[in-house]
């Protein structure tokens, strides 16, 4: 299972992350948070990986690969015990 929800307040913009980040899931979460952060109107992305249950070696390359871009979204907070 995997599942991705979008928890909006007026300071942040939460991506909260869940289930197993495996192909084919990994381009999904790709596409979510270079949309997700196309609509942030001044507010901050927080990316929420603490419900991952499992991350295989290319959903870990897409987290780092979205780390190392860094100023492309205002701000990207991380939030994992899995990582």
């Avoid at 979008?6 to 979460?29: C, F, K, N, Y």
């Avoid at 109107?41 to 990986?49: A, E, H, M, T």
């Amino acid at each position: 299972m995997f599942k991705i929800s979008i928890a909006d307040t007026p300071s942040q913009r939460t991506l909260i992350v869940e289930g197993t980040l495996v192909e084919p899931w990994v381009p999904e979460l790709r596409t979510t948070w270079r949309n997700a952060g196309q609509e942030l109107g001044g507010r901050k992305l927080v990316i929420d990986l603490s419900n991952l249950t499992a991350i295989s070696h290319e959903g870990k390359d897409a987290i780092f690969d979205r780390m190392k871009k860094g100023p492309s979204f205002p701000t990207v907070v991380y939030s994992s015990s899995t990582c």
